[in-house]
């Protein structure tokens, strides 16, 4: 049992550094957004009927964090549970195994979430007609406009970048990932990116829903 703990311990311990950093990194951009595009939570009215309309923001933010977290905690313990199954396919427990289970899982997270939703939404919300939806928001919630209408496209497409930069670093690097302190610290900002970019599309999805519903 102590030598399996040392086992994990040897490979979980040097993440914790780059991972706290990604996590703050993240966060305070997550804060950012939200604090410079109130209205689109207000929109959103996430807890409505147990959260004061005044603090739909805050609410909104809170929604957002616990999904960029979840994702990213999802990613680690999906990892994990991938190498150990890999490993009993006797694939050996080694640095590229472990890649190989990280890839697979990370391409889960920034796919998988906005699939099974425009699968379930995408169709219905294409075919809700969008005249005059630009002007009104612009008229009545210009930050909301800014966020849901011209950086939407922007949100959706950083995935494609971001996963360039995770996947490229962690099969190019070779070892050097798993020792260098810097391309550690970025792989875990780009996956952490990544949640961010998830939450918020999944975010203005389900605003760009609720306004429609609600006209």
């Not at 694939?91 to 699968?119: C, D, E, K, N, Q």
């Amino acid at each position: 049992m102590a030598t399996e703990w040392a086992k994990q311990d040897r490979w979980i311990r040097p993440w914790i550094g780059p991972a706290l950093i990604a996590v703050a990194a993240a966060t305070i951009a997550l804060a950012v957004i939200v604090e410079g595009n109130r209205s689109v939570w207000s929109l959103l009215g996430a807890g409505r009927g147990f959260v004061p309309e005044a603090l739909y923001p805050e609410w909104g933010f809170v929604l957002l964090f616990g999904t960029l977290l979840g994702q990213a905690v999802g990613w680690a313990g999906g990892s994990a549970i991938a190498f150990h199954v890999m490993t009993l396919m006797r694939f050996p427990a080694t640095w590229p195994t472990a890649r190989l289970a990280m890839s697979i899982i990370y391409l889960g997270l920034a796919g998988l979430p906005l699939s099974v939703y425009h699968l379930l939404y995408g169709g219905w919300l294409l075919d809700v007609p969008r005249a005059g939806l630009e002007e009104w928001l612009r008229t009545n919630h210009p930050d909301a406009s800014w966020l849901l209408i011209y950086a939407h496209p922007f949100v959706d497409l950083s995935l494609i970048p971001l996963a360039v930069v995770f996947l490229g670093i962690l099969w190019m690097s070779g070892e050097r990932a798993k020792r260098n302190w810097l391309l550690r610290t970025v792989l875990a900002i780009s996956l952490l990116a990544t949640s961010l970019a998830v939450a918020l599309s999944l975010g203005i999805h389900s605003t760009l829903v609720h306004i429609r519903i609600g006209e």
